[in-house]
């Protein structure tokens, strides 16, 4: 709880802001606000058939997916994030 705590009053510092990146310290403020609403969001354990699936929607081919975290596949599905083609 004390990381949580001092991370979140150096939000403003930028090397804070880059060592722990935007999404980690918006979740540690869902984390600390008991009204938000999205904290009771679940963190996914593992990706799902159909996340899989979805992904392939996006652009995301087999390989991709296997190097992506859960937590990485169920951002990019939430924010439905396209695969940049090259």
């Known amino acids: 709880m004390k990381k949580f705590l001092s991370v979140i009053k150096n939000v ?7 060592k722990f990146g935007a999404q980690k310290l918006e979740n540690f403020a869902d984390y600390l606000d008991p009204n938000n609403e999205k904290s009771s969001q679940q963190i ?6 159909q996340m899989k699936y979805d992904l392939m929607e996006l652009g995301y081919n ?8 859960p937590t990485y596949a169920s951002n990019l599905l939430s924010n439905q994030i396209q695969k940049k083609q090259k």
């Open 12 to 18: 403003t510092d930028p090397e804070k802001m880059a």
């Open 44 to 49: 996914p354990f593992m990706i799902t058939r």
């Open 62 to 69: 087999y390989d991709d997916i296997k190097k992506m975290t």
